[in-house]
């Protein structure tokens, strides 16, 4: 077992020392991606949805949306659950790593946009479940789809910012 040190701003921050085999860490990362990846699935499948809304009816269409945004939010929670574990844990390396950087806080701020516009969506299908999606279809159905695109775009961009963030790129 190898302590790496690693140096920011003259501070000297101790990564954690990692042992062989299956480590907690291991399995907190590999849930942290799996949670992408469902994620990432269920995005692809509202898209197909809402490719497929003008074929079927669009009660069934949002009763399947329902489903779908269940799925996405499941792996929304597992990624942000086990990404907040990581930090906090100290599993990989010290907070104080991830705190002094900038793109950090940015990846962070572009989480929250990401759960506020996710958040936009599944209130707006709530919303058209209860009514009745009659009034306006085709305009509600255009707004939908373009929150729907803004929120895939943007966890699209989450991975690229991690990478760089895992390489201490904001520092």
């Known amino acids: 077992m190898k302590t790496t040190i690693f140096i920011c701003e003259g501070e000297a921050i101790p990564l954690k020392k990692h042992k ?3 480590s907690m860490s291991f399995i907190i990362a590999s849930l942290h991606y799996y949670g992408f990846a469902i994620a990432l699935a269920a995005y692809i499948m509202r898209a197909q949805w809402f490719k497929r809304a003008g074929e079927i009816s669009l009660d069934l269409a949002l009763k399947r949306l329902k489903g779908i945004h269940i799925l ?3 792996g929304l929670f ?3 659950l086990t990404g907040f574990y990581r930090l906090f844990a100290g599993t990989d390396k010290a907070v104080a790593f991830y705190m002094k950087q900038g793109i ?3 990846k962070l701020g572009l989480v929250f946009l990401l759960i506020f516009v996710e958040l936009v969506c599944v209130f ?3 919303a058209w479940t209860k009514k009745g999606y009659v009034e306006g279809a085709k305009m ?4 939908f789809k ?3 695109m803004i929120s ?3 966890y699209a961009v989450i991975p690229f910012i991690a990478a760089a963030v895992a390489r201490g790129m904001g520092l």
């Open 72 to 74: 996405l939010h499941v």
């Open 104 to 106: 950090f806080h940015g």
């Open 152 to 154: 895939m775009h943007l």
């Open 20 to 22: 062989k085999g299956l």
């Open 78 to 80: 597992l990624s942000l």
């Open 140 to 143: 509600q159905a255009k707004s």
């Open 124 to 126: 707006k299908a709530v």
């Open 146 to 148: 373009m929150i729907h």
